[in-house]
Structure formats: C-alpha cells, structure tokens
C-alpha cells in the first residue's frame, strides 16, 4: 500500500481515545508526527502488527532507524574484524565450529564468523544481529552479580524507559492478559524455566537471549479488583555484557515474536 499523503489518513487508522500511550497527548498529534517521520505506526501500542507492515511503518520519510541500524551493523562487523575467535571462545565459554563462534541464543545456535556473519539452522532475526554483535565484543565473560534490576536501573535506561514500557512491558502484559499459555510455550520452545520464587510473582520465567544475559519476566494477574501487571528485569551485571540498546532490541525483538506465536495460535 502506498505510504500516508496527510496525517488525516494515519488518523483514520487510530483509536482516537487519546490514551497517551505513544508519549503524546492526543492521537492527532501521533499522526501528525508519524507524517513528519518523528514517530512510526508502531509506535502505536493498539494496532495490531498486519496494520503496520502493511503500511509500512509510517510516512514517506526515509527509514532513519533502519539507517542507524545498518551503521552500527558495519561498526560492529569492522570491530568483529579485529576479534581473535579462538581467544573470543574460550572468553566466552562458546565453541568453535570451523573458525565460526557458535553461541546459544534462545536455546537455539547460532555461528558468527570473522566477517561478523550470523547463519542458524533457524531463522536468523534481524533484531538479534547487533547484540549477538555487540556481545561477541563487549563480553568479557564476567560472573552474574545475580541481583535483578528494571531497564531504568541500566546506563542510560531512564531516558529510554518510556519507550520501552511501551514496546516491550505493556504488549507483553497485554498478550498475558490474554492468553497465559503464554508462557508456557514460551518455555518450551525458548528453553525458558520457571522462576516463581522472584518477586512473589504469580508466574515468572527467565530467558536466555544470549549466555550471559538473562532476562525475568514477571506477571502478576488481577486481584480483587486490582490490574494484572508485568514487569521486566536483567542481572544488575548486564552492561558488562551488552549496551542499553541491545538490551531494548533484544528485548523488543522478542516481544515482537511472542506476538506472532500468539497470533498464529489464536487469542
């Protein structure tokens, strides 16, 4: 579908109830920023991901994230360049498999090799790349302090807090609220394991987007008139091993996917 001409047809894809959620007042301011390429459609936490791509995100203003995005890839992979593998490998606790790292994403492998190339037998996510990156280099293979915190507790996570309330915690708790099972698959398929023990949480499980990085989803359901909650946390050690903006791409990444498990199995 070709992109918005005016702002009156990115409002006409809106709840109109000014709920706020995108960190704007009104819904007609939304749709005037995502005209002028301050915003996109997703940032919109009630459309639904088919409204998105199939409009393509926003306005016809170039992609200036899918522009940062590839910058830092090169960086990255310029920097990966410079990475002895076998010295990496043992740093990390990763093998290697005829000169390529292989590390353990999801409960699922992946090898990067010296040109900074990720390959898996499964679907390589995009959103996945820059912090696999970005830990092959950052990682120095650190202990966890096992002390959890919330994003706004990392470098620089209370500018980006907001945001990622809003991309990552509330679809999140939007998608429990729906359908529990959620985690369940989660489980199974991500190698994931039960951590109910934290936070008194009525369920909890933590992940294993990469090695050294787990994270703790906990979900509390509503109770005697109160709202469900749901919260994200990380090792108070993250930085060590990722920066702040892989740990919201991550983060988000799977956000995004849950999403599309849920919707291929049904609400």
């Given at each position: ?18 709920c ?43 992609d ?23 010295s ?5 606790g ?24 990720v ?10 790349t ?93 109770e ?21 903006g ?22």
């Amino acid at each position: 579908m070709p992109p918005f001409k005016n702002h009156l047809e990115v409002l006409k894809l809106l709840p109109k109830t000014n709920c706020k959620e995108c960190l704007l007042p009104t819904c007609l301011t939304f749709a005037v920023a995502v005209i002028n390429g301050q915003k996109s459609l997703a940032d919109c936490p009630h459309l639904d991901q088919e409204t998105v791509a199939r409009h393509g995100g926003g306005s016809e203003r170039p992609d200036h994230v899918g522009e940062e995005q590839a910058r830092r890839l090169e960086e990255l992979r310029a920097e990966i360049a410079q990475v002895h593998f076998p010295s990496a490998a043992q740093r990390l606790g990763a093998p290697l498999a005829r000169g390529n790292l292989v590390i353990k994403c999801l409960g699922k492998d992946f090898q990067v090799d010296p040109r900074g190339n990720v390959v898996s037998q499964c679907h390589t996510n995009p959103w996945l790349t820059i912090p696999l990156l970005n830990y092959i280099v950052r990682c120095q293979g650190d202990d966890l302090s096992g002390e959890w915190i919330p994003f706004r507790e990392l470098d620089n996570g209370v500018e980006r807090n907001p945001l990622f309330e809003q991309r990552c915690e509330k679809p999140l708790k939007r998608l429990a609220d729906r359908q529990t099972d959620l985690f369940e698959d989660i489980i199974h398929i991500f190698s994931a394991r039960p951590a109910t023990d934290l936070f008194s949480s009525d369920i909890a499980i933590i992940l294993h987007p990469l090695p050294r990085f787990p994270v703790l989803i906990c979900y509390w359901k509503p109770e005697d008139g109160l709202e469900s909650s749901l919260n994200i946390f990380f090792d108070a050690a993250a930085n060590k091993v990722v920066d702040t903006g892989s740990v919201f791409n991550l983060v988000a990444g799977m956000t995004r996917m849950f999403e599309k498990i849920t919707s291929s199995h049904g609400s």
